[in-house]
């Protein structure tokens, strides 16, 4: 084995030992739904088990299954053993270097720009079943919970005086008034590719005090108000807590 398929396969182990890493640390979570962590998890440990295999392979055994392949498998065999020249090995290598100089971080406010922002329910491609909302205490209800409820019940003055606990980052855009916000989330299916903005107008008197993309939780009560030309329900917040982002960003479906 030369000195390039040997760094074919140091890479792949590579990859592997970073991708696991991503999992472990539940980074992983910024870019793709928590459904695939296993799947991910079982692809990290199968390219280090492929990457090792590989490294360690002995030339004598190589050379015995020469000779046992028909003239068909060994030409092939050999086109794969062809060494990879040095671009395509920078190639290979360059999802590793990204991922070591690209700090990650979920996505924020300068992802909402040319995608419509759900206020007032979450559309016909994310079923939320009603018996599970029910079952939900309305302190431990997120964005997603409370947007899901709203599409389901059209008179929104039934929600006034509901209490609520939510926790997302502020977004801010010329809809809004000084005393009001939006605290959103992204809600993700597969990926970050899909992932789609949602969020709750919040009034509070101190708005212009909170930072666009700060992480905030937020305590209140509904009422039906008019924004941007529509009654929808409206957080009055009593207090709002600046905090740091949760482990899992993005709310699934």
């Known amino acids: 084995m030369n000195w390039t398929q040997r760094l074919q396969a140091l890479l792949l182990m590579g990859m592997g030992l970073f991708l696991y890493s991503r999992v472990s640390s539940g980074v992983v979570l910024f870019y793709i739904n928590q459904r695939f962590m296993t799947l991910t998890l079982l692809t990290a440990v199968a ?6 295999s590989f490294y360690f392979r002995p030339e004598r055994q ?9 003239s068909w498998q060994l030409a092939t065999r050999r086109r794969i053993r062809q060494p990879v020249s040095i671009w395509g090995l920078l190639i290979i290598s360059l999802p590793i270097v990204l991922g070591l100089l690209v700090p990650p971080q979920p996505l924020g406010t300068a992802a909402l720009a040319n995608r419509e922002i759900n206020l007032s329910g979450l559309g016909p491609a994310v079923a939320v079943p009603g018996s ?5 205490p309305p302190l431990e209800k997120n964005v997603m919970d409370w947007l899901a409820d709203f599409q389901r019940t059209p008179d929104p003055a039934r929600f006034n005086g509901q209490e609520a606990q ?4 502020v977004y801010r855009d010329g809809r809004f008034t000084p005393d009001s916000f939006m605290v959103g989330r992204f809600i993700v299916s597969c990926c970050v590719a899909d992932a789609a903005p949602i969020g709750l ?3 509070w008197d101190e708005a212009l005090s909170l930072t666009d993309n700060s992480w905030v939780e937020v305590y209140g009560r509904f009422e039906a108000r008019e924004f941007n030309g529509r009654l929808m329900p409206v957080l009055i917040a009593e207090t709002v807590t600046v905090t740091t982002a949760p482990a899992q960003p993005y709310l699934y479906y």
Not at 47 to 52: F, I, Q
Not at 166 to 169: R, T
């Open 132 to 136: 599970a909302l029910s079952a939900i």
């Open 201 to 203: 107008i919040v009034v």
């Open 166 to 169: 939510v926790i997302g980052f």
């Open 62 to 70: 190589e050379e015995d299954d020469d000779q046992l392949a028909s």
């Open 47 to 52: 390219l280090m088990v492929v990457g090792v």
